[in-house]
């Protein structure tokens, strides 16, 4: 399994990037897919977790705090994952990672919960003016 991000940068607040993911050694097919992101000194947290194609039961979570900004989208035949970022904010800056991800339902808390268990080296996002 492989993941390599790619198209980080500084941007300014209110602007748009979008980060690429290269996979390899896995089927987006079979595979579920997402982001998580982890600034300076701050824990890491979850951005994105999508089901793959073959799901039984499909999902697309987003954190609240990217919600309507960010969207995940891939291309399975060209074995690519995508975060288009709009409307970023200095709160956005951190090192984002692509990953394998899947969802588990916490029967304690009564919701879902996503883990990421495979990731890349990641790609750096710093929106400031």
């Known amino acids: 399994v492989q993941l390599v991000e790619s198209g980080g940068g500084l941007v300014q607040p209110g602007g748009s990037l979008r980060l690429s993911c290269a996979v390899s050694?896995?089927?987006?097919?079979?595979?579920?897919t997402g982001w998580f992101r982890q600034a300076p000194g701050k824990e890491r947290e979850d951005v994105s977790c999508?089901?793959?194609?073959?799901?039984?039961?499909?999902?697309?979570y987003y954190d609240d705090s990217v919600k309507g900004r960010f969207t995940y989208s891939r291309d399975n035949a060209k074995n690519m994952v995508y975060l288009q970022m709009n409307s970023l904010k200095p709160e956005d800056t951190a090192v984002y990672y692509c990953a394998t991800c899947y969802r588990d339902y916490s029967q304690d808390r009564g919701d879902w919960h996503y883990e990421y268990d495979a990731w890349g080296k990641g790609t750096e996002v710093t929106v400031s003016s």
């Open positions: 999508v089901s793959h194609t073959a799901a039984s039961t499909p999902y697309e």
């Open positions: 050694g896995f089927s987006l097919d079979y595979y579920s």
